[in-house]
T-cell receptor, first 115, second 109 residues
């Protein structure tokens, strides 16, 4: 138990569906992240939020839309995805971004399959 | 651009110390060295981090060379459950952690 909870753990969706991934952290952290891990590839940083403001967007296609309504919750809205978007999506939080208190705490991930 | 270099894979016998090296020759003075590990299909797990001094916690020890250009993560008594991919990352305040390919550590009995 890392204090970061992701739902759903597994999601299967068609290319025309709209779905959302949810992340909640109970650690009082200021920063939250979405990472993507495709099969046999390193983790890719997608989005970074600090105090509910997006501070980094790593050239992610617009079919992925993040939302951070407060410092404890982070969503990833998905629409018109492609089969190659099938991956493990990991949420993480940290006290600050990088540096001395930048240690990340990860959720268990949401395994997404796009048909 | 990769800021750290790690061997692709390493083997270790159960009960022996596992010493995982990392090269970060271009590290800046304000960048920390972080270590994580990822067991298959799970989220990465934080292990340890440090700036200049050696660090130790209940999981591992981190040895950073005096010039800070390399470091070693030491698992003092490796077990089968330590089999995982280990990531060495450098990060300064305000910069999110970027994961590379890491080292696949295989612990065998």
């Amino acid at each position: 138990e890392t204090g970061v909870t992701q739902t759903p753990r597994h999601l299967v969706m068609g290319m025309t569906n709209k779905k959302s991934l949810k992340c909640e952290q109970h650690l009082g952290h200021n920063a939250m992240y979405w990472y993507k891990q495709s099969a046999k590839k390193p983790l890719e940083l997608m989005f970074v939020y600090s105090l509910e403001e997006r501070v980094e967007n790593n050239s992610v296609p617009s079919r992925f839309s993040p939302e951070c309504p407060n410092s404890s919750h982070l969503f990833l809205h998905l629409h018109t995805l492609q089969p190659e978007d099938s991956a493990l999506y990991l949420c993480a939080s940290s006290q600050e971004i990088g540096g001395r208190t930048g240690e990340l705490f990860f959720g268990e991930g949401s395994r997404l399959t796009v048909l | 651009d990769a800021k750290t270099t790690q061997p692709t894979s390493m083997d270790c016998a159960e009960g022996r110390a596992a010493n995982l090296p990392c090269n970060h020759s271009t590290i800046s003075g304000n960048e920390y060295v972080y270590w994580y590990r990822q067991i298959h299909s799970q989220g990465p797990q934080y292990i340890i981090h440090g700036l200049k001094n050696n660090e130790t916690n209940e999981m591992a020890s981190l040895i950073i060379t005096e010039d800070r250009k390399s470091s070693t993560l030491i698992l003092p008594h490796a077990t089968l459950r330590d089999t995982a991919v280990y990531y060495c990352i450098v990060s300064r305040a305000g910069t999110a952690l970027i994961f590379g390919k890491g080292t696949t550590l295989s612990v065998s009995s």
